[in-house]
């Protein structure tokens, strides 16, 4: 099991429960998913560029991204409806835990001049929305492997009802916010 599964089920339900006063251990909110999306703006001009994040992004993951394609035509970009446009990966139990344990305690860290992330990314409905501008932050990527320098989105869908019980979740976790 991983690392932050455990330590959700030892440390942050007892917590959470003193906390917000829940009535049951099933009733405290969790991590639902971890969806990481990679925008690639001139995948319509070079095809490879594309299929290297798709690379990078089955090494981050552990799993096979889905192409995304365009939802509608936009002219200034030279975009048609249809094109490929990026690739992402929707993570669940045992991948999304490995994942965020990774996140947090190896590539956050690893951002220059990283002085917290900004607890004003939730979105109202307790999800909480990040992005890293290269995908060298993780250690699995080789630096003089990498042919185009990717950034990503980073989606982290809660249960919980409010931002502030997914301030509070996230925070236990161990996700470094800004004071």
């Keep these: ?39 690639v703006g001139k995948a319509t001009e070079e095809r490879k560029r594309l299929e290297s994040a798709m690379t990078d992004m089955t090494i981050l993951t552990g799993q096979k991204g889905v192409i995304t394609k365009a939802r509608k035509p936009i002219a200034g970009f030279k975009v048609r409806k249809g094109n490929d446009i990026g690739c992402m990966v929707t993570l669940r139990k045992q991948r999304m835990y490995e994942f965020f344990d990774r996140l947090i305690s190896i590539a956050i860290p690893r ?23 290269e995908q060298v932050v993780f250690p699995e990527i ?24 997914a301030l509070a979740l996230l925070e236990l976790l161990g996700m470094p916010f800004r004071k």
């Design 1 to 39: 099991m991983a690392r932050v599964a455990e330590q959700y089920k030892e440390k942050v339900v007892p917590a959470l429960i003193e906390r917000f006063g829940y009535k049951s251990s099933m009733s405290v909110p969790r991590l639902s998913k971890i969806v990481v999306n990679m925008g």
């Design 142 to 165: 080789s630096v003089d492997k990498v042919e185009f320098v990717q950034g990503m989105d980073i989606t982290i869908v809660t249960t919980s009802r409010t931002d502030e019980e």
């Design 111 to 133: 951002i220059r001049d990283f002085r917290g992330l900004s607890s004003r990314s939730l979105d109202g409905g307790g999800n909480f929305s990040m992005g890293l501008h």
